[in-house]
C-alpha cells in the first residue's frame, strides 16, 4: 500500500458565481493524475484550494476542495470523461452534503485529518465527524490541532462535547479551551460535568481563568451568560490617542467600540471607531460617549436581551449591575445564537417534543424514543377524554350513522385554527410585539381573534353546511349542526390557542410548550362536546 497526499493552494482566474465543492474520486492510478485533474479545473475556471490522496495498489482516492462556477453534478459529469468510464466521482456542495464525502475519506485514513482541518471550518469539520463510527471519531478527537478541536466544542452539542471530554486527555481539552475567547469557553465549560469542570478551570491560564470564573457566576440563559467582557475599557479621562493605541494591540474580541467608564467602573457612554478616527487625538473621550440606548442587568434573560437589541436595532448591549457598573457587553453576533437555539427550541416544543440536547445524527434510537414517548403519552391520555365523549353518544351514532362522517372535518377544522392562532401569537410574543403583562395588549389580542375568528367560523360554516347538504342526502338538521359546530369551534379554537400562550408566558413558562399538541387535543374535546351535544338537539328532535 502507497500513501501520498498533496496540499495546494492555488488559485485560478474563475469568473461568475463560485461556490465551495467538495470531490471525491475513485480512479486508476497513474502518473500525472493530479496534473491532469489539475489543468481540467483551470480550463473550467476552478480554483484548487486543497487535494488529499491515497492509493491501494493500482487504485487511487481522491478528495478535492474546489472553488467551482460549475453546479456539483456538471463538476461531476466533466471530471468523469476527462479520467474515463472507470473513474467513479462524487461532488457537492460543502456543508452537509460535502460531509459525508469527508466522512467517507476520512474513514479509512482518519490520520489525513489533520492536513485536512487547515482548509475547514469548525462547523464543516464537526458535520464530517459525526458521521463516522463512534470509535473513528474518538481516534480524531485526540489527534486535532487545539485550534480546531476548540471550534467544533464551541458548537458540539452536549452528549457529543462529553464524547470529546471521554477521548481526549485533560491537557489537550484545556488547551483547546484555551483557544476561545473567554464568553466562549465558558459557555463550552457550563455543558460540563461540574468535577470535570473544575479540573479544567486549574489548567487555563491564568487571565482566561480569572474570566471564566466571573462569568460562569451567571447561568447560561442570562445576558450574564453570554456577554462577553473581551472589550476595550477606558476612563472618561483618557484621550482618543489613548483609544486608538488600545485598539492597535488587537487584545479584544470587540474592536470597533470603546466603553468609557467613569473612575467607580459606572458606564459613562459608548464611543465607535468611527467617531475616534475623526476626532481630535487630544480629545477626551467623555466628550465622545453616548449613553446607550438600552442596558441590561446580568439576570435578565438571553430573550428579553435578544427583543431589545431588535427593538432598538443596536448591536451592542452594556450589561451593568444594579449600580450602574459595566460588567460586559452582549454583541449581535451573540443574539444571533441565542435567537438560533430558541428558534430550535420553540420548534421542537410545537411539536410536542422535549428539546433535543444532541444533533439528530448523533441520537440514538432510544434517545428519540425517550424524547418522543412521554409527550404523546400524555396527549393519549387527554384525547382519551375524548373517546370517553364520544362514546357517551353511541346510541346517537348508531341511530345516525351519517354524523360520524363530519367528527374528522370539524376536529381537523378546529386543531387547524387552534394552532394558526397560537402560532400568530408565540411569534408575536417573540418579537415583542405584544407584552404578556400588557391589560391593553391581551384585551386587544382578544377582541382582534374574535372578530377574526368569527369571519373565517362563518365562512366555513356556510361551506361545511353545502357540503354537509351534499353528503348527507339533504339533512337539513344534520347540515345546520355541521355548520354551527363549525362556527363555534373555530371562535373556540382560536380564542384557545390565542390566549393560551399568554397565559403560559404570564406562569414563565415557554409559550411554545402549550402551542402545538396542547391547543389541537384541547380542540378535540371542545369539538366532541359542541358537536355531539348540537347533534343530540337538533337532529334527534327534529326527527
Given at each position: 500500500m502507497a500513501l501520498y497526499y498533496v496540499v495546494c493552494a492555488a488559485r485560478f482566474k474563475g469568473s461568475g458565481r463560485v461556490a465551495k465543492l467538495v470531490v471525491l474520486i475513485d480512479t486508476p492510478d497513474r502518473p500525472g493524475l493530479l496534473s491532469e485533474i489539475t489543468g481540467l479545473l483551470h480550463r473550467l475556471g476552478a480554483n484548487l484550494v486543497t487535494s488529499l490522496g491515497y492509493a491501494v495498489e493500482d487504485y487511487a482516492r481522491l478528495l478535492l476542495i474546489v472553488d467551482s462556477p460549475l453546479e456539483p453534478d456538471e463538476l461531476k459529469e466533466r471530471i468523469e470523461e476527462q479520467l474515463g468510464e472507470d473513474a467513479e466521482v462524487k461532488a457537492a456542495p460543502l456543508g452537509p452534503e460535502g460531509a459525508e464525502l469527508l466522512a467517507e475519506f476520512l474513514h479509512d485514513k482518519p490520520g489525513l485529518v489533520n492536513l485536512l482541518e487547515v482548509y475547514l471550518e469548525p462547523p464543516d469539520l464537526l458535520d464530517a465527524l459525526l458521521r463516522l463510527?463512534?470509535?473513528?471519531?474518538?481516534?480524531?478527537?485526540?489527534?486535532?490541532?487545539?485550534?480546531?478541536?476548540?471550534?467544533?466544542?464551541?458548537?458540539?452539542?452536549?452528549?457529543?462535547l462529553r464524547e470529546i471530554a471521554e477521548s481526549v486527555d485533560l491537557d489537550h481539552l484545556a488547551k483547546a479551551i484555551a483557544t476561545l475567547d473567554p464568553d466562549e469557553a465558558v459557555d463550552v465549560l457550563q455543558k460540563l460535568p461540574e468535577k470535570l469542570r473544575r479540573q479544567l478551570l486549574g489548567r487555563l491560564p491564568e487571565e482566561l481563568r480569572r474570566e471564566a470564573l466571573r462569568l460562569l457566576r451567571y447561568p447560561p440563559d442570562t445576558a450574564g451568560g453570554i456577554m462577553t467582557t473581551s472589550i476595550p475599557v477606558l476612563r472618561a479621562g483618557d484621550t482618543v490617542q489613548?483609544?486608538?493605541?488600545?485598539?492597535?494591540?488587537?487584545?479584544?474580541?470587540?474592536?470597533?467600540?470603546?466603553?468609557v467608564v467613569d473612575e467607580e467602573g459606572h458606564l459613562v457612554g459608548l464611543v465607535t471607531v468611527d467617531q475616534l478616527l475623526r476626532a481630535s487625538p487630544s480629545e477626551k473621550l467623555e466628550k465622545l460617549a453616548v449613553r446607550p440606548r438600552a442596558t441590561v442587568e446580568p439576570e435578565v434573560d438571553r430573550e428579553e436581551v435578544a427583543r431589545l437589541m431588535l427593538r432598538y436595532d443596536i448591536n451592542r448591549l452594556p450589561v451593568v449591575d444594579r449600580e450602574g457598573r459595566f460588567l460586559g457587553i452582549v454583541t449581535v453576533e451573540d443574539v444571533a445564537d441565542v435567537l438560533a437555539e430558541e428558534a430550535a427550541e420553540d420548534i421542537a416544543l410545537l411539536g410536542g417534543l422535549e428539546t433535543p440536547r444532541e444533533r439528530y445524527l448523533k441520537a440514538s434510537i432510544f434517545d428519540l424514543f425517550k424524547s418522543r414517548l412521554p409527550w404523546l403519552l400524555l396527549i393519549y391520555a387527554i384525547e382519551s377524554v375524548t373517546a370517553n365523549i364520544i362514546k357517551g353518544y353511541e346510541d346517537v351514532i348508531q341511530r345516525i350513522a351519517i354524523l360520524a362522517a363530519f367528527i374528522p372535518l370539524v376536529m381537523d377544522t378546529g386543531g387547524n385554527v387552534g394552532s394558526q392562532a397560537s402560532s400568530m401569537i408565540v411569534r408575536a410574543l417573540a418579537l415583542g410585539e405584544i407584552s404578556e403583562r400588557s391589560r391593553h395588549d391581551i384585551v386587544y389580542v382578544f377582541l382582534k381573534e374574535l372578530a377574526t375568528a368569527t369571519l373565517i367560523g362563518s365562512t366555513l360554516a356556510l361551506i361545511g353546511f353545502g357540503f354537509a347538504m351534499v353528503l348527507s342526502g339533504g339533512n337539513f338538521m344534520l347540515s345546520l349542526s355541521v355548520a354551527l359546530t363549525l362556527l363555534i369551534v373555530t371562535i373556540l379554537a382560536d380564542i384557545i390557542g390565542a390566549t393560551l400562550p399568554i397565559i403560559a408566558r404570564r406562569l414563565g413558562a415557554d409559550p411554545a410548550a402549550v402551542s402545538g399538541p396542547f391547543v389541537t387535543t384541547i380542540v378535540d374535546i371542545s369539538v366532541a362536546l359542541v358537536y355531539m351535544g348540537l347533534a343530540t338537539h337538533l337532529v334527534l328532535k327534529a326527527g
Open positions: 463510527p463512534r470509535d473513528v471519531r474518538r481516534r480524531l478527537y485526540r489527534v486535532l490541532s487545539a485550534q480546531s478541536l476548540g471550534g467544533i466544542m464551541l458548537l458540539a452539542d452536549e452528549a457529543t489613548q483609544a486608538l493605541q488600545l485598539l492597535r494591540r488587537g487584545d479584544h474580541d470587540v474592536r470597533d467600540t470603546i466603553i
